[in-house]
């Protein structure tokens, strides 16, 4: 699969170049793998498609100018090292009130950019272990828990490893923050 260079934010999938087989990460809804490629009739054009199979069996058709905006290739080392620094980092204090917190946090939810969904996990993370009772409120969790998953999901795609030791990286990292890594 054929990537483009520069920032995490530029990464995008060369349409042309992926193969049917290849994982590509398809922003909020995270880690899917590409079934197909056919032709569409679309407003009397046809068009050439990728078919991408997501989590759950969603499936879903991109023409090959969407799919060049909306895949990208799944994290490299280089951007698994970034996420887990950010991880690791102390949050800055978010000013805002909670609206904007979860209005921001979507944001970038659902740009699905590793780096993005680190900072929402670690964020959330710190925010549990700074409220009362340990606990988010009710839509910061919901995002918090969602950019989990995908983070989860993508780390075990570009690492190779199960979930539990997806989830235990991501743990160490964030134990790090109190100086209580390994």
Do not use: F
């Not at 290739?73 to 698994?80: H, K, Q, S, T």
């Not at 699905?112 to 839509?139: F, K, M, Y």
């Amino acid at each position: 699969m054929a990537e483009g260079t520069g920032s995490t934010k530029q990464r995008v999938v060369r349409a042309s170049g992926v193969k049917v087989g290849d994982t590509v990460v398809y922003a909020a809804h995270g880690i899917g793998t590409i079934v197909a490629r056919e032709q569409n009739s679309v407003a009397g054009t046809k068009r050439d498609c990728l078919v991408v199979e997501l989590a759950a069996g969603l499936r879903v058709t991109l023409s090959l100018d969407d799919a060049a905006t909306r895949l990208r290739p799944v994290a490299n080392r280089a951007e698994l090292e970034r996420v887990g620094e950010m991880l690791g980092d102390t949050g800055g204090e978010r000013d805002g009130s909670w609206t904007r917190r979860i209005r921001d946090s979507k944001a970038k939810l659902a740009s699905g950019q590793p780096e993005d969904l680190a900072e929402i996990v670690r964020d959330g993370v710190e925010r549990e272990r700074a409220t009362p009772g340990g606990r988010l409120s009710d839509g910061e969790r919901r995002v918090y828990l969602k950019a989990r998953e995908l983070l989860v999901s993508e780390i075990c795609a570009a690492r190779k490893v199960d979930v539990d030791q997806a989830e235990g990286w991501i743990d160490e990292q964030i134990g790090s923050i109190d100086g209580s890594e390994d």
